[in-house]
Nanobody
Framework: QVQLVESGGGLVQAGGSLRLSCAAS????????VGWFRQAPGKEREFVAG????????RYADSVKGRFGISRDNAKSTVSLQMNSLKPEDTAVYYC?????????????????WGQGTQVTVSS
């Protein structure tokens, strides 16, 4: 079992930055790949970024490449998402999710554990 709690969301102007954190508990976290997903009103949940259990591999959606960075600290059981150059279209509820997997998965339904989400709003 893994429990996940996101924090760091808020309201920011276009071009600004936010850093989201995902705090985990559970003994399998260090062997889990972690993904960040987002869901805007009326839209499906979409993959944003993912990181392997070791932190050596990362993966990003094309829409955030070059602007977002994902990292993890297994000693502290945390995963962070640094979001720079934010755009109004980045507005959504952001979720972190975990799954015991060697590879980074981009399909939401394949993840076993989810946080409650944190709202990110980017004003123009």
């Amino acid at each position: 079992q893994v429990q996940l709690v996101e924090s760091g969301g808020g309201l920011v102007q276009a071009g600004g930055s936010l850093r989201l954190s995902c705090a985990a508990s559970g003994r399998t976290f260090s062997s889990s790949a972690v993904g960040w997903f987002r869901q805007a009103p009326g839209k499906e949940r979409e993959f944003v970024a993912g990181i392997s259990w070791s932190g050596r591999s990362t993966r990003y959606a094309d829409s955030v490449k070059g602007r977002f960075g994902i990292s993890r600290d297994n000693a502290k059981s945390t995963v962070s998402l640094q979001m720079n150059s934010l755009k109004p279209e980045d507005t959504a509820v952001y979720y972190c999710a975990a799954v015991e997997s060697i590879v980074i998965l981009t399909t939401a339904t394949l993840y076993d554990y989810w946080g409650q989400g944190t709202q990110v709003t980017v004003s123009s």
